[in-house]
């Protein structure tokens, strides 16, 4: 295959996939240049196993057409930092001419291209380390069940991190066929949209089929990630959009007879109408990862308001002239709204702060003024002793 540059993707008529239809172009061409006429080959990463991965890359010589799935070994990009290990989605620089026979395997990975985009969350582990969950993503398509009540916090805080990756979030109700109301219906997805400012709310069935042509419409073309909380449709609505069982999909060969996980691992599937979708586990939390930019984007409505504030510094609290709190009293903000963003912007900090010497100083010494300034006002509300 020609990595010249790269070629158009292909229609959902096609029956032959090529490596641009998986997301190589040419702003991937120059990453790889370093690479090529060394015998290597690009490809990218559709699932990790343990120290394994699958990757598609170029089925045959020059003139070929089409893509086949290698299983190669990673020891040689292993490293102690979790934001730095191969992770689905990943381009990768693969060498085949290294397989070990005895162990399955086709190849090597010799390096990881530079990431475009990468959604990051903080571990549960008492290290606060960060995870990748894809990487090189255009479209964070965040599930939310109409099954249940409508959470907005968790709403924000996947929209957050989907900014911060660098991807476009697009918010997806699922399970729409539960609310048989059009307008109470109309209703959710106008307040899930207050929580998502500039983000596009799609409400859609896999049930029924509603929804799911405007959704397959947006994604077309592109690499996108289902994320969301267990039980939030994501499975059912991964089938409805890839038109056949995802566990059919993910039944990849088990050449090495380790077994695979299908509900603990994030695969890499290729969509029939073009692009490809990273269909993630059900995540029982997502803890902020630096993610200020993103919460920036968010709640904007709260960031501009505090432009207006009399004090730069202005806390949003009992500051005279604040104008968030002008706008929580008149009804124009919902205080839900600013007791959210205060509460992703303190855990955001802590996360940072446990890696930032510096940043965890001014938190302390910001912390200590406002001790300060709680005891003076104190005592001035209980008047001169005597």
């Known amino acids: 295959m020609n990595f010249s540059s790269a070629?158009?993707?292909?229609?959902a008529a096609s029956s032959?996939?090529?490596?641009a239809s998986y997301g190589w172009d040419d702003g991937f061409v120059d990453s790889f240049a370093p690479f090529a006429g060394k015998g290597f080959l690009p490809g990218r990463i559709v699932r990790v196993d343990r120290g394994r991965v699958d990757a598609v890359v170029p089925a045959g010589p020059a003139d070929t057409d089409g893509v086949r799935t290698v299983l190669a070994d990673t020891a040689l990009v292993a490293t102690g930092d979790p934001m730095r290990v191969p992770c689905t989605g990943d381009w990768a620089v693969i060498d085949l001419d290294n397989g070990r026979t005895g162990d399955h395997l086709d190849g090597v990975v010799r390096a990881l291209l530079p990431?475009?985009?990468?959604?990051t969350r903080s571990t549960s582990s008492k290290r606060s380390e960060g995870q990748i969950l894809a990487a090189n993503v255009d479209h964070a398509v965040i599930a939310v069940s109409l099954a249940e009540a409508l959470d907005l916090g968790r709403i924000e805080r996947f929209v957050s991190l989907a900014w911060e990756s660098g991807a476009q979030p697009l918010v997806v109700l699922t399970k729409a066929d539960l609310v048989a109301d059009p307008s109470g219906l109309g209703y959710l997805v106008a307040d899930a949209g207050t929580a998502?400012?500039?983000?596009?709310?799609?409400?859609v069935s896999a049930e029924t089929g509603e929804g799911i042509e405007v959704l397959?419409?947006?994604?077309?073309?592109?690499?996108?990630?289902?994320?969301?909380?267990?039980g939030a449709g994501k499975s059912t609505l991964a089938n409805a959009l890839l038109g056949k069982?995802?566990?059919?999909?993910?039944?990849?060969?088990?050449?090495?007879?380790?077994g695979r996980h299908t509900t603990t691992t994030r695969d890499l599937l290729p969509l029939p109408w073009g692009g490809v979708l990273i269909d993630t586990p059900g995540l029982r939390g997502v803890g902020m990862w630096d993610a200020e930019g993103g919460l920036a984007r968010t709640f904007s409505d709260v960031e501009a308001l505090a432009e207006e504030c009399r004090f730069h510094d202005c806390a949003h609290e009992s500051e005279p002239g604040c104008a968030v709190q002008e706008a929580v009293a008149s009804g124009a903000l919902p205080e839900r709204r600013l007791h959210s963003y205060r509460k992703l912007l303190r855990e955001n900090q802590r996360i940072v702060a446990k890696t930032d010497v510096r940043l965890r100083a001014e938190i302390r010494r910001?912390?200590?003024?406002?001790?300060?300034?709680g005891r003076h006002m104190m005592e001035r509300k209980r008047g001169p002793r005597g």
């Open 196 to 203: 998502a400012p500039g983000v596009q709310v799609l409400a």
């Open 245 to 258: 069982e995802v566990q059919e999909v993910q039944a990849i060969r088990d050449r090495d007879g380790k």
């Open 216 to 230: 397959s419409a947006a994604l077309a073309g592109s690499t996108s990630a289902l994320l969301g909380r267990s």
């Open 16 to 19: 032959t996939r090529t490596l």
């Open 7 to 11: 070629s158009a993707v292909p229609s």
């Open 366 to 373: 910001d912390w200590k003024q406002k001790q300060a300034l």
């Open 115 to 119: 990431r475009r985009t990468a959604f």
